[in-house]
């Protein structure tokens, strides 16, 4: 008869490290007095409501266009698009009934259209071109970023979450490269996915056909331990699209999937833990610097709007949070 493993401790949190963690912009000082340290409600809120006045999000918020747009563009491959903004002011917690955020996102959502050129110059195509912002494109990898964002905002993406449920591939997952002929999910494309689908249900769309989508997505995930292949059971070293190394954290992730940016998609989702995510935890643990703290191992090549990190091979804030709140959701499983 199986027995119960003992629970996990709760990771002892060093004060020093949690110094340097509040040491820090608004955007994650509110993050580590809501996640690490439980300070009362009233004080996280307050401590956030900076972000749309002081550091980083207000020098996000002070670069938008007269067109509504960041770098007029809805997406490139820069990094400083509108889409990419966005990305970066939910990830720093952006209130989004903040007077600040209702006021650029509904510019964005009035303003900024889709254009039918591609990053390197060539044309992609006339399905998606002159689509508002929240009403996407066509590549699930886009779409779910742009749905994530969305509803994060609280604008509709009835029309993203609709394409993406149908673009579902039987294995669970999504993948850009479907159109292309391509039946096999990848986890790239599935995260973002994932995201957009978990935030569309927490801001209230609570549709059956949705959360059994993210389920099965989501187990796409699980079966894989988070960074193995189903078929030979071997860690997948490198992406073969990006290049990209899952094992090697990186902020901001974009549309690139690592380790730690699934292991947080489960936080939030409210998964329990089991042992399919065992490794991959420690994993997490095993890049632990002797003083507490992680490093930023990646960077992705393209123009930050604002630095918001050390710089790559550097001690990260941002990593330190995130993997902090990974081992503590861990160590709470029954």
Not at 82 to 95: A, C, E, K, P, S
Not at 287 to 301: F, H, M, N, V
């Amino acid at each position: 008869m199986a027995t119960n493993s003992p629970k996990r401790q709760a990771p002892k949190l060093n004060s020093s490290v949690i110094q340097w963690l509040l040491d820090s912009d608004p955007s994650i000082r509110w993050q580590v007095m809501q996640d690490l340290i439980g300070a009362p409600a009233e004080e996280v809120a307050a401590e956030r409501t900076k972000i749309a006045t002081e550091g980083w999000g207000a020098r996000l918020l002070a670069l938008q266009e007269s067109d509504g747009s960041w770098a007029g563009a809805a997406w490139n491959r820069g990094w400083d698009s509108t889409m990419h903004v966005l990305m970066l002011l939910r990830d720093l917690g952006l209130d989004p009934a903040s007077d600040e955020a209702r006021r650029a996102v509904s510019r964005v959502r009035d303003r900024v259209r889709w254009q039918g050129w591609d990053w390197d110059g060539t044309w992609r195509g006339l399905e998606f071109v002159g689509n508002p912002f929240f009403a996407g494109e066509v590549e699930p990898c886009i779409n779910g970023q742009v749905g994530a964002v969305g509803a994060y905002f609280g604008q509709d993406v009835q029309r993203i979450v609709d394409r993406l449920l149908r673009e579902q591939l039987p294995d669970g997952g999504w993948n850009c490269e479907a159109e292309n002929g391509s039946t096999r999910s990848s986890f790239n494309t599935t995260i973002c996915v994932l995201e957009a689908l978990l935030a569309y249900e927490l801001a209230g769309g609570n549709r059956a056909e949705v959360t059994e989508s993210r389920l099965r997505g989501q187990e796409y995930l699980l079966e894989r331990r988070m960074f193995r292949r189903l078929s030979t059971g071997e860690v997948i070293e490198r992406d073969r699209k990006g290049d990209t190394v899952w094992t090697r954290f990186a902020f901001p992730t974009w549309w690139h999937y690592d380790v730690l940016r699934g292991l947080e998609y489960l936080r939030r989702a409210g998964v329990a833990p089991d042992e399919r995510v065992a490794e991959a935890i420690g994993l997490v643990e095993s890049k632990r610097a002797g003083d507490g703290r992680w490093l930023l191992e990646t960077r992705y090549p393209g123009q930050m709007p604002v630095e918001i990190d050390e710089g790559e091979g550097k001690l990260s804030r941002w990593n330190t949070l995130r993997a902090l709140r990974v081992l503590d959701w861990y160590s709470a499983r029954d």
